[in-house]
């Protein structure tokens, strides 16, 4: 994605969670029956249809494209753990929002109901899915293991879909994706409620593609922390920067390796970088040099005679 | 209504802490690998030449054999 239509997106998602933030709060009637609790409407839906279907649909299918051996390409592996971990990220939070909404209206902070039990089960499989991330492993062989947990993930997201109508249960059915497609809402409540949906779905893109952009980053440096850490330490002045003035790494520079080409086929290479065919370019004209002093690797225990 | 206010302030609050992490997160790695690439723009190669092919370097001769 380019930086000027990340930007845009991200400029987009802010503009659209501010709009809809102000509808829902100040611009929007109250309902009948719920009051001013149904102004929750305007956000959980929307955040638990990103979770569902858009985070955790992307990363089952970019997992199946991962699998499919025609299509096998580390970009469906990285996009499916970014979009994996903004799918956990909207889970918990449909959780904790769907509990801040039913304790008004049913009493409790939590029910064992079909749609609650089925999405804090869409938690735990995604935060496994992330944590088999973490096990070291191949890049390949993580792929192919990650890609077969989304895709056991993704099996529990129709029953958080249909578990409203399978069973008997508090939560109520969907308002617009209901298998009547029979909209339950209308006028400003409908509009704010459909800008609640576009912010959030801006919110998602500009989030998977910083996350993608993330795990590209990541692998290139082979290992963020390491990276980070010596970045920072070099930033510090704490490790000398490698070749900092052209010269080589120390390689056997006190003797702890033996010089390369032990039986003479290579000359040595040590401290003194004797052989500095891009550090003679970098450190202007360079002399004749003497031959540079073995590193001798120690005593050589005496063969037999036989 | 403070079960909405909490409702919106939870939801956009933590929206809001994942999205800047990533930014930053983001902007160290890119640091990290400019740290890198910048590093080994600087550093040299190190070339061995080979048993027999001439030297790169004027008047650089094999040392003795290692004993």
Avoid at chain 1, 48 to 64: E, K, Q, R
Avoid at chain 1, 165 to 183: F, I, R
Avoid at chain 1, 249 to 255: I, Q, T, Y
Wanted: overall charge positive; glycine content about 10%.
């Amino acid at each position: 994605v380019k930086p000027a239509t990340l930007r845009a997106v991200g400029v987009g998602a802010v503009v659209s969670t501010a709009a809809t933030v102000w509808l829902g709060l100040w611009v929007t009637p109250p309902d009948r029956t719920q009051g001013d609790l149904v102004r929750l409407l305007y956000v959980h839906p929307a955040i638990a249809f990103v979770a569902l279907y858009l985070a955790g649909g992307t990363a089952a299918v970019a997992s199946l494209l991962y699998l499919w051996g025609r299509t096998r390409s580390l970009f469906w592996d990285r996009l499916a753990a970014a979009s994996a971990e903004i799918a956990a990220l909207f889970s918990a939070l449909t959780l904790v929002t769907g509990s801040l909404w039913g304790r008004p209206t049913w009493g409790v902070w939590w029910t064992w109901d079909a749609r609650l039990t089925s999405t804090a089960l869409l938690l735990v499989l995604l935060l496994g899915y992330l944590a088999l991330r973490r096990v070291p492993a191949a890049p390949e062989v993580r792929a192919k293991r990650c890609a077969a947990a989304a895709l056991i993930a993704a099996v529990d997201v129709p029953i958080v879909h249909f578990s409203v109508y399978w069973w008997q249960t508090l939560h109520q059915g969907g308002t617009v994706l209901n298998p009547e497609l029979n909209v339950h809402i209308h006028g400003s409540m409908a509009w704010t409620f459909l800008l609640g949906f576009v912010a959030m779905c801006l919110v998602f893109v500009w989030m998977v593609a910083m996350r993608y952009r993330i795990g590209v980053l990541a692998d290139r440096l082979g290992g963020e922390e390491l990276e980070v850490s010596l970045a920072e330490r070099r930033a510090e002045g704490a490790l000398p920067s490698v070749g900092a003035e052209g010269a080589l790494p120390s390689v056997g520079a006190e003797g702890a390796l033996p010089s390369v080409g032990a039986e003479g086929a290579l000359p040595s290479v040590n401290a003194e970088g004797a052989l500095a065919e891009v550090g003679a370019d970098r450190a202007g004209p360079v002399g004749p040099r003497t031959p540079p002093e073995p590193v001798t690797p120690g005593p050589t225990p005496a063969r037999s005679p036989s | 209504v403070r079960y909405v206010d909490a409702g919106y302030v939870v939801a956009l609050s933590v929206l809001a802490a994942y999205a800047a992490g990533l930014v930053l997160r983001r902007r160290r790695l890119e640091q990290a690998a400019a740290a890198v690439n910048g590093d080994a723009a600087g550093a040299p190669i190190p070339q061995v030449p080979r048993a027999g092919s001439p030297t790169s370097v004027p008047g650089w001769s094999p040392g003795p054999e290692p004993r």
